[in-house]
T-cell receptor, first 111, second 113 residues
Framework: LAKTTQPISMDSYEGQEVNITCSHN???????ITWYQQFPSQGPRFIIQ???TKVTNEVASLFIPADRKSSTLSLPRVSLSDTAVYYC????????????FGAGTRLFVKA | DSGVTQTPKHLITATGQRVTLRCSPR?????VYWYQQSLDQGLQFLIQ???????AKGNILERFSAQQFPDLHSELNLSSLELGDSALYFC????????????FGSGTQLSVL
């Protein structure tokens, strides 16, 4: 089972900022939080990764509170091409480390 | 382009048959991961290899097997195929044994008729 919980879907409009929150209550002390983007019939693509506080790159920002039990992926000024499934991932240390993806959040950007 | 190569891109076969999917990781990456993605099951972790050794196992059926060769490419063998095995199979790679940052290939679309 995935160690994360995300909203199943979200809708937005072009030009808006989108925030997707992920819960990971049982995150391990040494775990990073990683986000992926997946378009239909393509492999997931790494977006951003962080351990604590805030991380920003050319694509997105990742906000992580001090307790690290949740994280928020922020996509600034989305466009139609940002319509995709977004996955939040933390390591699963059950019986050895595994990279388990949850159900993800299906983001639909409208014109 | 992630640098991970999967072949073939499409595969159509019949129930009961056996197929082999191939993956070449990014240059320098020692870990290879296999995932299965179907419409009703999402992205399911199957198995991970690191430098030729099996390191983690997920929901991989006994009819499925995998291996990683000395040149680090990997093969996923699917046998006694059933209709429900139709799915997109992804390979991913990473430099280390423990990593949440994976690089995915474009997948092999398997259709079992």
């Amino acid at each position: 089972l995935a160690k994360t919980t995300q909203p199943i879907s979200m809708d937005s409009y072009e030009g808006q900022e989108v925030n997707i929150t992920c819960s990971h209550n049982n995150i391990a002390t040494n775990d990073y939080i990683t986000w992926y983007q997946q378009f239909p019939s393509q492999g997931p693509r790494f977006i951003i990764q962080g351990y604590k506080t805030k991380v920003t790159n050319e694509v997105a920002s990742l906000f992580i509170p001090a307790d690290r039990k949740s994280s928020t992926l922020s996509l600034p000024r989305v466009s139609l091409s940002d319509t995709a499934v977004y996955y939040c991932l933390v390591g699963d240390w059950t019986g050895g480390f595994k990279t388990i993806f949850g159900a993800g959040t299906r983001l639909f950007v409208k014109a | 382009d992630s640098g991970v190569t999967q072949t073939p891109k499409h595969l159509i076969t019949a129930t009961g048959q056996r197929v082999t999917l191939r993956c070449s990781p990014r240059s320098g990456d020692l870990s290879v991961y296999w995932y299965q993605q179907s419409l009703d099951q999402g992205l399911q972790f199957l198995i991970q290899y690191y430098n030729g050794e099996e390191r983690a196992k997920g929901n991989i059926l006994e009819r499925f097997s995998a291996q990683q060769f000395p040149d680090l490419h990997s093969e996923l063998n699917l046998s006694s195929l059933e209709l429900g095995d139709s799915a997109l199979y992804f390979c991913a790679s990473s430099p280390r044994q423990v990593s949440e940052k994976l690089f995915f290939g474009s997948g092999t679309q398997l259709s079992v008729l």
